[in-house]
């Protein structure tokens, strides 16, 4: 048996008021994601358990398969597995955002989608002059990492800090959500002194000369310490591979003894290498049992709060991604897709939410339950809604036959 995950990050929502209470998904026009439902199972489930907070390390860790309860430490920490970066006993990871910060607002968490190449300069530039005993290293885009041994400042101490997602606060006051807690002092002077360094960066003064927000500051959050994971070899008995634009989901991958498929191009936005991604996930399935294929722009549109940006980051998904590994599929009896997204991410609010999230299963031994489009009210009314805590990806492996009639329990 083969098996291709394909993740739209995002892609739920709730009902739009100012769209006839239609949602992004029922807006779209997915006529692939729709023949995945209608000919094979289509439901509600419960990617972020009730008690952890809603984001794409939890999410994902519960597609992947992982209970977050056990597994999770961080989200930073899953990032640096990918950049191979080992921590020690006494290390703490953060995620380190280079974000704009304007007259006391959070204006951009993702400095206006800065490049890598950017960004690595302006992340040397604070590694180099860094006068704590702290390690700042490149990610993609406006997503990187700092590093922070125990020291004056104790591990426990970083781990209990209260620290706010910054994609949770775009354009608000940022000051109320500056890190909170036994080492808030530390961390904020970290934050400060980056910026007076970022500011005036020959990076940043070409950026504003052609108009682009600069980016003037680093924002910490995400920390954790290394987790420990059995591997899919271990849990499954299964080789397989995973393709992604985000440190955090290759990190997973890494984590989880998956092979890590670096595509050419691939931004974690819009403008994505998808049929780059594709080929890699269909040339990969050639040589492994299992493929985890993640897209992030739909969630990155909804951050934005733009409406036709999310539906046309579905569209793109549904025609670019979905499509072609269905035309794919059908000419094997062996193969099965689950689609998915790994939280609701609201254009209402700009951040991610907790909740029930469509799915489609379709392949080898699946059995409709007669929905014909994937949405989230189509879901809902085809009966098959999951309790929390239930973990998709075991049952998709492990079952020779999936219907209604499945014990969808854990």
Sequence with gaps: MKFLCLIGDGMADFPLEERGGRTPLELASIPALDALASEGLCGLFWPIPEDLPAGSDIGNLSLFGYDPH??????????AANQGITLGPDDVAFRCNLVTLEDGIMKSFTADHISSEEAAELISALDAACPHDCAFHPGVSYRHLAVIPEGEVKCTALVETVCTPPHDISDQPYSPHLPNGPAHEHLRALMQWSRPILEDHPVNTARRASGKLPANSIWLWGQGQAPQMQTYRERFGISGAVISAVDLVKGIGVCAGLDVINVPGATGYIDTNYEGKVDAALRALER???????????DECAHEGIIDKKVLAIEDFDRRVVRPCLDAARAHTDWRILAAPDHITALSTRTHAGGPVPFALWGAGVLSNGVSRYD??????GGLNINPGFRLIPRMIGSDRLDTHTSWED
């Design 376 to 381: 989230e009210t189509s879901a809902r009314n």
């Design 288 to 298: 492994v049992d299992f493929v985890y294929l993640h897209v992030e722009a739909p």
């Design 70 to 79: 056990g597994t999770f430490t961080g989200r930073a920490p899953l990032e």
